[in-house]
């Protein structure tokens, strides 16, 4: 079945850049999408790229997208402190419903000052 | 744009009752909703896919008599957690499908004493 991994800690020193990656099996699925989590909260959609994508970028983020390896990863620019959160990874899949994200377990970005 | 409201945020109940959590999409028409659960520090698993006028489509091993999904408008999904016990305390979070993007609510922390 699909399966989106990611490595589960990142820390960085602000100012720093972060790059978060992640893997996933599912070479049929159209999007990819980065989503971010602050504690409590629910998820904020940071950004997606097609699947004939390589690159998006998007002010401090960029995605890249690697469809032969099936690698992504953010990178977040000039990381600040209140960019620490808990990153996530998804891919889109379709299930018996239609169409549904498959999400990694997350990244948690802790950010120093 | 894209907005979705969850209510309630927050809701402590006695074990054997039923609770009922709003998702609303705010300013799009969402003619499909998800239902995810969230336990700490893990990631997102989905419940059901519900779709507007139709019944909701569970993942394996949800208990759709327990977890009830109705979807009777365009704008309007709730989830009814039924006799529910402290194994059903979690972070439930609903999404909302517009233009090949999900957006999510900000998700409703359920406590069951």
């Known amino acids: 079945g699909e399966d989106v991994e990611q490595s589960l800690f990142l820390s960085v020193r602000e100012g720093d850049s972060s790059v978060i990656n992640c893997t996933y099996t599912?070479?049929?699925?159209?999007?990819l999408y980065w989503y971010k989590q602050e504690p409590g909260a629910g998820l904020q959609l940071l950004t997606y790229i097609f699947s004939n994508m390589d690159m998006k970028q998007d002010q401090r983020l960029t995605v890249l997208l690697n469809k032969k390896d099936k690698h992504l990863s953010l990178r977040i620019a000039d990381t600040q402190t209140g960019d620490s959160a808990i990153y996530f990874c998804a891919e889109s899949a379709l299930n018996q419903a239609g169409t549904a994200l498959i999400f990694g377990k997350g990244t948690t970005l802790s950010v120093s000052s | 744009g894209a907005v979705v409201s969850q209510h309630p945020s927050r809701v402590i109940c006695k074990s054997g009752t039923s609770v009922k959590i709003e998702c609303r999409s705010l300013?799009?028409?969402?003619?499909?909703m998800f239902w995810y659960r969230q336990f700490p520090k893990q990631s997102l698993m989905l419940m059901a896919t519900s779709n507007e006028g139709s019944k909701a489509t569970y993942e394996q091993g949800v208990e759709k008599d327990k977890f009830l999904i109705n979807h009777a408008s365009l704008t309007l999904s709730t989830l009814t957690v039924t006799s529910a016990h402290p194994e059903d305390s979690s972070f439930y979070i609903c999404s909302a499908s517009y233009i090949d993007t999900q957006y999510f609510g900000p998700g409703t922390r359920l406590t069951v004493l």
């Open positions: 300013d799009f028409q969402a003619t499909t």
């Open positions: 599912d070479s049929s699925s159209t999007y």
